[in-house]
């Protein structure tokens, strides 16, 4: 379950050993981690994707795997293993999002579904009751740091909120002490954070920073 607000330090790495080492930078201070998988497809920004390395990952973090795949109805069942607590997928990408959701709720994961920052949020609104969660990224699928459009992102993020205010809004992106609140006060109780916290010297630090 999600702790609101909860931070989740995000994974965007080309190899598996890079998974490992970032994780085990973050595990003292949350419950939680975002691996972003790329196919360089859907992305032009591939990372690791190669669901058969989980058996090798030991941690006590709830992992959430990001698949910014085409056609993830042909690999959901891959991602569907220990210790992967959470999936999401683009609605852009799926073509029967119903069958995604239905694989998720037989192995006990929850499911949520995301979209691009150029996606009207209004294509979610169908499934607000029947996924765990939304997500909006605030960047396009691709490496971290990017800049963020934030007027439109606030307004996506409202819009959500507005029209489901039970809802978990997952933000993706640009998330730093500065964006933190203004994404909350819309109505996002999820902040996933790359760059601030995996570009700082002090990863402790800068998480607490995040909490604050």
Not at 13 to 31: A, L
Request: glycine fraction near 6%.
């Amino acid at each position: 379950m999600i702790i609101l607000t909860e931070i989740i330090p995000s994974i965007n790495v080309q190899t598996f050993p890079e998974v490992q080492d970032q994780i085990k930078k973050v595990e003292p201070y949350v419950q939680w981690c975002h691996i972003d998988v790329t196919d360089g497809v859907f992305s032009k920004h591939p990372t690791w994707q190669d669901p058969a390395d989980l058996v090798n990952l030991k941690t006590p973090l709830n992992v959430e795997a990001h698949l910014m795949v085409e056609n993830p109805e042909a690999v959901i069942d891959q991602w569907l293993v220990p210790p992967v607590k959470r999936i999401i997928v683009h609605l852009e990408a799926m073509k029967n999002p119903g069958l995604i959701i239905e694989k998720c709720r037989e192995k006990g994961i929850e499911i949520g579904f995301a979209i691009k920052p150029e996606t009207s949020w209004e294509i979610l609104k169908p499934w607000f009751n029947r996924v765990d969660m939304v997500q909006t990224l605030s960047v396009h699928p691709g490496p971290s740091g990017q800049p963020v459009d934030w007027p439109n992102m606030l307004s996506k993020i409202f819009g959500i909120h507005a029209a489901c205010p039970g809802c978990i809004i997952e933000v993706d992106g640009g998330i730093n002490p500065h964006t933190y609140k203004n994404a909350i006060s819309a109505g996002a109780n999820v902040l996933v954070v790359g760059s601030f916290i995996f570009d700082s010297s002090d990863i402790r630090s800068a998480i607490e920073e995040l909490k604050k």
